[in-house]
T-cell receptor, first 113, second 116 residues
């Protein structure tokens, strides 16, 4: 069964600090991995998308890494801001169809002043 | 600039009273999805349309129906809402033109449904 597990479940950090969120998956055959940011009461917004051949991708202060051998991904947030407070969801797609998508349950990040 | 639009953003309905949520897109994507997301949980796929072809998830209750009259619009109908149907409903789109392509899903802002 395809699964995506994220850790930690929740995280509180001080404004200006860095943090790293983890995503482990067992989706096979692997197609791509996406990180989304979901503000409370809003829809998810895409941060990065990586395929098998990519092992790092940046979007501003967000940097995602992918290790397809160990089936792990991380999302690193640099110099956090209060507006980074949100849930971060890891989503993994399997090959063979657009509909084969597995969502993680997310990491809830709170940035405090 | 909104690409996936959902209306209304907040909907309150009474137990058992039918309700319709709407989604429209300006991306001209051929695939549209409806997800249900409950508090602190991952979105759960209810069904999706590939062009006009409707695809229901096996565990989606019969209470949930969908219509897609054209490429731009998709509706979620809940025939007899129960208290357990209170959730955020997310619409998403993607483009899938040929096998092996990698396309992103674009989500709307969601509709928060409350059942009283």
């Amino acid at each position: 069964k395809n699964q995506v597990e994220q850790s930690p479940q929740s995280l509180i950090i001080l404004e200006g600090k860095n943090c790293t969120l983890q995503c482990n998956y067992t989706v096979s055959p692997f197609s791509n991995l996406r990180w989304y940011k979901q503000d409370t009461g809003r829809g998810p917004v895409s941060l990065t998308i990586m395929t098998f051949s990519e092992n790092t991708k940046s979007n501003g202060r967000y940097t995602a890494t992918l290790d397809a051998d160990t089936k792990q991904s991380s999302l690193h947030i640099t110099a956090s801001q209060l507006s980074d407070s949100a849930s971060y969801i890891c989503v993994v797609s399997a090959s063979g169809g657009y509909q084969k998508v597995t969502f993680g349950t997310g990491t809830k990040l709170q940035v405090i002043p | 600039d909104a690409m996936v639009i959902q209306n209304p953003r907040y909907q309150v309905t009474q137990f058992g009273k039918p309700v319709t949520l709407s989604c429209s897109q300006t991306l001209n994507h051929n695939v549209m999805y409806w997800y249900q997301q409950k508090s602190s949980q991952a979105p759960k796929l209810l069904f999706h349309y590939y062009d006009k072809d409707f695809n229901n998830e096996a565990d989606t209750p019969d209470n949930f129906q969908s219509r897609r009259p054209n490429t731009s619009f998709c509706f979620l109908d809940i025939r007899s809402p129960g208290l357990g149907d209170a959730a955020m409903y997310l619409c998403a789109t993607s483009r899938d033109d040929f096998p092996g392509a990698v396309y992103e899903q674009y989500f709307g802002p969601g509709t928060r449904l409350t059942v009283t």
